[in-house]
């Protein structure tokens, strides 16, 4: 295993990255249309297509999922995305067309130095089908690409993470996520992450938590009140789950966000999860499933601190500065 989103069997993973704007899209596109819902857990949210993933709503499969900056802006990213689809025949069989399902959630990099001034049309449905013409199989980048180009946090700049597990009962799951929260990955100043205990090989350098935490280090850390924020990605599993079981998997990993980001879910965070089951093998039983749910917290906090520690700083006059950038001797 890569320990990525692409260790799901029936997905590929595609990244659009423009350095000079500051921002980009990555896309998720299932080989096949998969059950899939969400939850969205922020105070200012930005997305497309999210109502129809709540489990009482008809359509239960979904073509694709897109992670994008740009603000609302960047909503016009899913766009590319189902062009892309459309090309290849995909989508919602409505009479005589095909509608690909592609939802969509958008994070706050606006304010990130990069260059913004883009005319009329926004960058963003070009970046979505570029994304899309990029998706494949096996290893992608993580940090400072796709969705993760201009995300930031209160104390590091954010990123594109990922990462991957195998339960017990032998399915996989895996996250991925664009970190550009209002508070923080880290405990207080320190190179710490508060994901610190479900860390695995040493995949975000190893550290542990500190010997001792203090007040101080649990005060509340803001990247600024002028900004809305967000937080946003997806759990993915290979078992077969009903559109509902997809829903409390993203409750699950919103769980992962509480225990990788101090403060989460904030009113100017958008915080938002997906959750698909590629369906490829059963589901025996209800301990397997809340075996999936576990993992879908540990993953999602493993993914949001491998976001941080895999960034770099955008190439822009007063970029924020990367966690290996701060804490290069700390490795």
Known sequence: MLNLLTDIEGLSVGHATDLRLGSG??????????TASGVVLGGAPGG?????LDPSMT?????????????????????????????????????????PIVPQAILMDLLNGGDKDWGVQSPYRDLGYEAFKAAAKGSFALGTV?????????????????????????HRIAAIVA????????????????SAPFE????????????????????????????????????????????AETHRLA?????????????????????????????????????????LCHFATSVMARAIARGVYEATALPV????RAWKDRYRDRR
């Open 200 to 243: 695995r090989n040493a995949e975000f350098g190893g550290l542990a938590l500190p010997s001792a935490i203090d007040e101080s280090d649990t005060a509340m850390r803001l990247k600024g009140m002028d900004t809305t924020a967000t937080t946003i990605g997806a759990i993915v599993t290979d078992a077969i789950l009903t559109k």
């Open 25 to 34: 899209v990555t896309a998720i596109v299932f080989d096949e249309p998969a």
């Open 179 to 194: 970190v550009n929260a209002l508070g923080s990955a880290t405990i207080g100043e320190g190179p710490h992450f508060w």
């Open 146 to 170: 796709g969705a993760g180009t201009g995300a930031t946090t209160a104390t590091a700049k954010g990123g594109l993470g990922s990462a991957s597990a195998l339960t017990s009962g032998g």
């Open 317 to 320: 006059a007063g970029a924020q």
């Open 48 to 52: 497309r297509d999210t109502a129809l």
């Open 59 to 99: 359509v239960g499969e979904v073509d694709a999922f897109v992670l994008s900056g740009g603000s609302a802006f960047g909503l016009d990213a899913a766009g590319g995305v189902q062009a892309g689809l459309r090309e290849i025949g995909r989508g919602f069989v409505v009479g005589n067309q095909r509608v």
């Open 251 to 291: 409750i699950m990993a919103h769980d992962g966000f509480a225990r990788a980001l101090l403060p989460a879910h904030l009113p100017l965070d958008g915080d938002t999860v997906f959750a698909a089951a590629t369906g490829r093998t059963p589901c025996n039983g209800l301990r397997d499933f809340m075996e």
